[in-house]
């Protein structure tokens, strides 16, 4: 399970009576549902799931964040292990030898 071990001053409760929107999103239900998911797998922090996939396909740990973020366009935080399956098996689009044409001309909402 987890325990919180560090926090920086503003994340606690001690912050000298001043209003601490930190300590009250750590406090909330929101965060202690998402703590319950990323307990039990429900859910994974995305950094994490980028260097467990990373480990499990022999590429950089930023590659692997790449094919969550730019690959499945996930923005957030968290991803499920249904994305992470997705993300391992997708392809590096250099690496299929299309035309950069075809790819600008399919894909105008992509710069890379």
């Known amino acids: 399970s987890f325990e919180p071990r560090w926090a920086a001053l ?5 912050d000298r009576g001043r209003p601490n ?3 009250e999103h750590v406090q909330s239900r929101q965060h202690s549902d998402l703590a319950f998911q990323v ?9 994490q799931a980028a260097f467990e996939l990373a480990a499990r396909i022999g590429e950089s740990p930023a590659t692997s964040l790449s094919r969550l973020r730019d690959g499945l366009g996930i923005a ?4 499920g292990p ?3 399956e997705r993300a391992r098996r997708l392809e590096r689009v250099r690496d299929l030898e299309l035309p950069v044409k ?3 001309s399919a ?6």
Not at 107 to 112: S, V
């Open 10 to 14: 503003s994340a606690t409760v001690l």
């Open 21 to 23: 929107t930190l300590a």
């Open 39 to 47: 307990a039990t797998g429900t859910v994974r922090l995305l950094r």
């Open 76 to 79: 957030g935080h968290f991803c």
């Open 82 to 84: 249904e994305q992470l």
């Open 102 to 104: 075809f790819l600008r």
């Open 107 to 112: 894909l105008p909402e992509r710069e890379q």
